[in-house]
């Protein structure tokens, strides 16, 4: 068990749908990164936070959209839902500091179908 | 831009055998280099962390190298068991924390 925990496990959404995606993050764990992972594929980057702040962001339209709270759990919003986003929505966390490794430590994910 | 290729995309060996998983990437400035396994339908369980300056990391059964100057890591399986059966992705890291992962090996060991 990593300590990242995800919510839900699974969601139905038509097209145009809106959805939010929950992570909480490993204790201690200052950074959080969300990541899609098409089947049969790697997982790709969305973006990263750290400290509330958005500070990294891959190859992803504006609809694709998250927050990092003082807690520093996270969400991801995705509005007007495409087919092409059912996927599986992996969360991450590390200690983004002197003393961290860069480990990435993942969730269980979310699985997203869109109809 | 990072590209990361993994090879062979499926593998299929007999209990005991050793065995060699590959991931080439085209940009050596790496930060770090990370392999996971993934059971189907699951999220990424780490297995090995390499920092840029080192040459190679073990855990148990599990050995990965690093050689940034061919821009090659490989995952070397000792002993292989039915339940090393997964998905094993390599992922290279920049300093702020993003991954660029391959598509993955699936491994497949029968008794």
């Known amino acids: 068990e990593t300590g990242v925990t995800q919510s839900p496990t699974h969601l139905i959404k038509t097209r145009g749908q809106q959805v939010t995606l929950r992570c909480s993050s490993q204790?201690?764990?200052?950074?959080v990164s969300w990541y899609q992972q098409a089947l049969g594929q790697g997982p790709q980057f969305i973006f990263q936070y750290y400290r509330e702040e958005e500070n990294g962001r891959g190859n992803f339209p504006p609809r694709f959209s998250g927050l990092q709270f003082p807690n520093y759990s996270s969400e991801l919003n995705v509005n007007a839902l495409e087919l092409d986003d059912s996927a599986l929505y992996l969360c991450a966390s590390k200690d983004y500091g002197a003393g961290g490794t860069g480990e990435l430590f993942f969730g269980e994910g979310s699985r997203l179908t869109v109809l | 831009k990072q590209e990361v290729t993994q090879i062979p995309a499926a593998l299929s060996v007999p209990e005991g055998e050793n065995l060699v998983l590959n991931c080439s990437f085209t940009?050596?400035?790496?930060?770090?280099l990370q392999w996971f396994r993934q059971d189907p339908g699951k999220g990424l369980t780490s297995l090995l962390l390499?920092?840029?300056?080192?040459r190679e990391q073990t855990s148990g059964r599990l050995n990965a190298s690093l050689d940034k100057s061919s821009g090659r890591s490989t995952l070397y399986i000792a002993a292989s068991q039915p339940g090393d059966s997964a998905t094993y992705l390599c992922a290279l890291g920049t300093s702020y924390g993003k991954l660029t992962f391959g598509q993955g090996t699936i491994l497949t060991v029968h008794p």
């Open positions: 204790s201690g764990h200052n950074t």
């Open positions: 390499i920092q840029s300056s080192q």
């Open positions: 940009d050596s400035a790496i930060y770090n």
